[in-house]
Every structure is written in structure tokens, then in C-alpha cells.
């Protein structure tokens, strides 16, 4: 139980995927411009990851290991759809914002990472709580750095002004503020890892 | 004992120069500057100045005690950088806008890549673009000069308004074709009499300071003259509507080439060692300013080719290695 639960929460701080690991940096950078686009991002990605990881993980013995990364992908790629069309249908505004990284999804490293080095090795039940905890993990980090950029670069969080005098930094919703706060966050997470092995 | 016999490995001739003496005497030979800066546009160029010099230097120390470093403030480098960066300021920027510059500069661009003489890209141009692409309406909200050397335009009881663009900006849009349309001289160009940034008007003293420190071999020519000469030139043929009938001078003298040449881009940490690549590094810089001012969204250009070519400098640096002595030159490269 304490190994399962240790699956879970080593996603979240210890070896988060984009302070730890830096992968999937691509859509984190894209995204993070409002929290809005960070919570609807990381829930689909936090969806076809546990998913996926669920699949993969029932599949890995029948998988031949030679062409085991189209399966993968195929099977990434199907819930990708399932989530796209979910989200066309129910929330057709959010699909409009996150355009193109939706579909993206397919090709995100920690998804796939996650399926070669973890799914394609372990249980069912390990699996899901993996992908589960690097979801939310995913989620925590994008929000954060969302949360940073909205709050300095449009004034806002969640589209409600916190105050009306501010002058928004152009800059923090336009790229170079997604690498600037980006960067910051991975030394502060840096600052925090050597602090605690001390 | 007494110290009488000093054992040190060479050079055993020093010339009793130091790092904090050169940085002072670039801030000093700024200064001029600064006070035909404060007279140009009033004294509100003065509360930037020094609000940009004192967030610069609290930043640095306090930085300096989270890191648990010496605090070196008085090598006077922070100083210098809020000079700078307030040089590259239009006079009618907010103070708080000013200050969070200054922050970026000395917190993110110098001390996050670990302090003086570890930073990459120059701070005080790094913190302009900064300041450029955040808050673009504010930067480029140039005023009108309040007083020339032929006596005060406006009087001192309305110290802002008057927004005008600058020289480049008409030559952009196309509002202007040369310099008898905007109403000035070259001697006003030379004097500072046009709207601008704090520092980079007036040419005659920018060019005094940069004498005193040629002279004082504190800089040299490489540089400079390399990207006065490449951008004059590429203006000369290509600037204009027809091949060489752009007004050079004009486009040399209104915008920040002076300032940049001479005072930024030969940032010793941010500029190539070798004379090689330090002609290389000037020439890149003039050739970036040019494409920037011909080509791209922005009138004026220095800032965004000087903060370029310093990304290069690492592989200029590498490429312009010098021979190894009792190496041959042919054959194989020797990297160091």
C-alpha cells in the first residue's frame, strides 16, 4: 500500500514532469497563458495519461517490445480524439484556445514517457495511480506557472481583475515570460531539492 | 618579516588597475551626460536616473546577503548598469516602471547567471527590452525636449506632455524623408535637441566620454568603429529609397548607435576577447541594427543587435582562439 501510494505522489513534487523531469515543456509553454487554459490543459492530458497507462499497462505482455512505440501511440492517440471531441462538444470555448495542443496531446513526451518507462513495466493498478500523480503533478505545474503569468502579465486570475490600477506587463503572457517564469520556477525547485537533501 | 620579498607567479608589471577603478571611471565619463540629459528634458530624467541607480544597487545587496556573498556594491558595477539602463529610458516613463527595470536587470540577467562577470547578455540593455516588450506604449513615449542650449521651448511648470516621435520613428513611418522635414539640424543632432532617451541625445558629450576612455585604453576602437562603420555603410546603400542616397550621418546621430557602441556593446563581460572577434562582434552588431531598422516592427534597433551579437560572443570567443604559441597555424585547429 505505501509503494502504491509512494506511484502516486512521487508525480507531484519529487518527480514532477515539468520542474523535475522538464518534459512536455512545449505545451507548458503555450499554455500557460491564462489559468483557465492551464486547468482545461492539464485535465486532458491528466485524463489520456491515466487512460493510456491503463491500456498500455493491460496490453504489455501481448505488445511485440519491436514495434511497441505505434502502439503506444495508437492508443494515446485514441483517447487524444476522445478528449478533442469531448471537448469541441462541451466546452467549445476552451477547445478554440488550446487549438492546436490539444491534438498535441498525442506527441507529449510526458505521456508517452510515462507509457515507455513506467506502463510498459509495471501493473495495471501501479500504472494508474503513475499516471495519475504525473497528471496532477503536470496539472500543479502548469497552474502555476499560469497562474504567475496571468497574474503579471493581464492582471487577472481566471478573468476576474484583482486590481483595476494595475498596468499589465505585456511581456508575461507574450513567450519570452513563459521561459523567464518557467526558468525561475525549475532554480527555485532546484533551490528547494539541494535545501531538503541537506 | 616584512613583506619585502613577494613571491607571485607573472605578469610580475601591473598597471595598479582594477576592475572597480574601470567601473567607476565609465561611470564617471557618463556623467556628463546624465546632467545634459537632466537639462534636455528636466528634472524628471534626474528621479529616474537615480531611482534606477538605487534599485540597482539595493537589488545587487540584497541579493548578494540571500547568496551569502561578499557585498560588492562598492565596485560600483550595479551603479553603473542603472545608469545605463536609466540612459535608455524615455524621460516620461513611470518611476515604479523604472524600478522593476532596474530589479530585472541586477536579479534575473546578472545575478541569476551568477553575478558580475558571469552574465551572458548586458543587464542594462537586457532590462530595456524587457522593459520594451512589457510595457511598449510607455517606452516608446517620447517627449519633446523642454530646454536647448538656445534657451527653454516650454516652460519648467508643465514637465510632461508634448509626446512627439523621434527622428527614426518619422523616418519609419515615412512622415519624414530627411532631416529638413522634421524641423531640426545636424547640429541639434549633435547637441541633443530632438526627443529620445535620456542618454543617448546628446552626441557632443557621449563622444567626449568615449574619448576619455579610449584614451585611458579602458576601451578600444575594435568595436565601435566596426559598428558605426558597417551600419553607416549598409545605411549608405541600402537605407535609402535609391542605393547610396540615404543621409548617413542623420541615420547615425538619431538613436542610441553613440550610447550603444561606445558604452554598451564594449561591456567587457559581454564582448568577444580577441580583436578578431571583437571587429567580427561590431560588424555583426552594425548589420543587426541595420535589418532591425530597415525591416523590423521597431524604429531603433541597437539595443535588440548589441543583446544578439552577445549571444554569439561564446562562439566568436571559440572561433577567434588565437595560436597556441609553438603551434602551427596550418593543419588542424587548436582550440584552448
Known amino acids: 500500500m505505501k509503494g502504491l501510494l509512494k506511484e502516486f505522489s512521487k508525480g507531484i513534487f519529487r518527480e514532477n514532469p515539468i520542474f523535475v523531469i522538464a518534459l512536455g515543456l512545449c505545451p507548458a509553454l503555450a499554455v500557460s497563458v491564462s489559468l483557465e487554459n492551464a486547468l482545461g490543459m492539464g485535465l486532458a492530458a491528466t485524463f489520456v495519461l491515466v487512460c493510456s497507462n491503463f491500456i498500455i499497462s493491460g496490453i504489455r505482455d501481448i505488445v511485440p517490445s519491436q514495434i511497441r512505440i505505434p502502439c503506444f501511440i495508437v492508443v494515446i492517440a485514441s483517447f487524444v480524439t476522445i478528449v478533442e471531441l469531448l471537448m469541441a462538444a462541451f466546452s467549445p470555448q476552451l477547445a478554440k484556445q488550446l487549438g492546436i495542443f490539444v491534438p498535441l496531446i498525442v506527441v507529449n513526451c510526458i505521456i508517452l514517457g510515462r507509457a515507455e518507462s513506467f506502463a510498459s513495466k509495471n501493473r495495471i493498478l501501479p500504472s494508474i495511480l503513475d499516471g495519475l500523480g504525473m497528471g496532477l503533478g503536470f496539472t500543479l505545474a502548469l497552474s502555476f506557472v499560469a497562474v504567475i503569468r496571468e497574474l503579471f502579465g493581464s492582471g487577472e486570475i481566471l478573468g476576474f481583475a484583482v486590481n483595476k490600477a494595475y498596468l499589465p506587463a505585456t511581456i508575461m503572457i507574450l513567450p519570452p515570460g513563459a521561459l523567464l517564469t518557467l526558468g525561475m520556477l525549475i532554480g527555485l525547485t532546484n533551490l528547494i531539492k539541494s535545501r531538503s537533501r541537506k | ?336
Request: with cysteine.
Open chain 2, 1 to 336: 618579516m616584512d613583506n619585502k620579498l613577494l613571491l607571485s607567479i607573472s605578469p610580475h608589471v601591473h598597471k595598479g588597475e582594477s576592475i572597480s577603478r574601470i567601473i567607476w571611471l565609465v561611470f564617471f565619463s557618463l556623467l556628463p551626460v546624465g546632467v545634459a540629459g537632466i537639462f534636455i528634458f528636466g528634472p524628471r530624467a534626474l528621479w529616474l536616473i537615480v531611482a534606477c541607480i538605487v534599485t540597482a544597487i539595493a537589488t545587487e545587496a540584497i541579493i548578494l546577503l540571500l547568496r551569502h556573498k561578499k557585498v560588492t556594491i562598492i565596485d560600483g558595477s550595479a551603479a553603473l548598469t542603472g545608469l545605463l539602463l536609466a540612459y535608455n529610458l524615455p524621460s516620461s516613463l513611470p518611476i515604479w516602471m523604472a524600478c522593476v527595470g532596474s530589479f530585472f536587470a541586477i536579479a534575473v540577467v546578472k545575478q541569476a547567471f551568477g553575478g558580475l562577470g558571469r552574465n551572458i547578455f548586458n543587464p542594462a540593455l537586457a532590462a530595456r527590452a524587457f522593459l520594451l516588450i512589457a510595457w511598449s506604449k510607455y517606452m516608446v513615449n517620447f517627449t519633446q525636449p523642454i530646454c536647448t542650449w538656445a534657451g527653454f521651448t516650454r516652460p519648467f511648470a508643465y514637465p510632461d506632455s508634448v509626446t512627439c516621435a523621434t527622428p527614426l520613428a518619422l523616418l519609419k513611418e515615412g512622415k519624414a524623408e530627411g532631416i529638413y522635414q522634421m524641423g531640426i539640424n545636424y547640429l541639434d543632432l549633435f547637441l541633443g535637441n530632438r526627443p529620445g532617451c535620456i542618454g543617448e541625445v546628446c552626441i557632443v558629450l557621449l563622444l567626449a566620454g568615449a574619448l576619455f576612455l579610449l584614451w585611458r585604453k579602458i576601451i578600444s576602437w575594435h568595436i565601435p568603429l566596426s559598428f558605426i562603420f558597417s551600419l553607416g555603410l549598409l545605411t549608405w546603400f541600402w537605407g535609402g529609397s535609391q542605393i547610396g542616397k540615404a543621409d548617413v550621418l542623420l541615420s547615425l546621430l538619431s538613436g542610441g548607435v553613440v550610447l550603444g557602441a561606445f558604452f554598451m556593446a564594449t561591456d567587457y563581460v559581454t564582448s568577444p576577447l580577441t580583436r578578431k572577434g571583437q571587429l567580427i562582434f561590431g560588424f555583426g552588431c552594425g548589420l543587426l541594427t541595420f535589418i532591425i531598422r530597415k525591416w523590423g516592427g521597431y524604429p531603433e534597433g541597437v539595443s535588440f543587435a548589441i543583446l544578439m551579437m552577445n549571444g554569439a560572443v561564446p562562439l566568436l570567443d571559440r572561433f577567434c582562439s588565437p595560436r597556441i604559441y609553438g603551434h602551427l597555424t596550418r593543419g588542424r585547429r587548436h582550440s584552448v
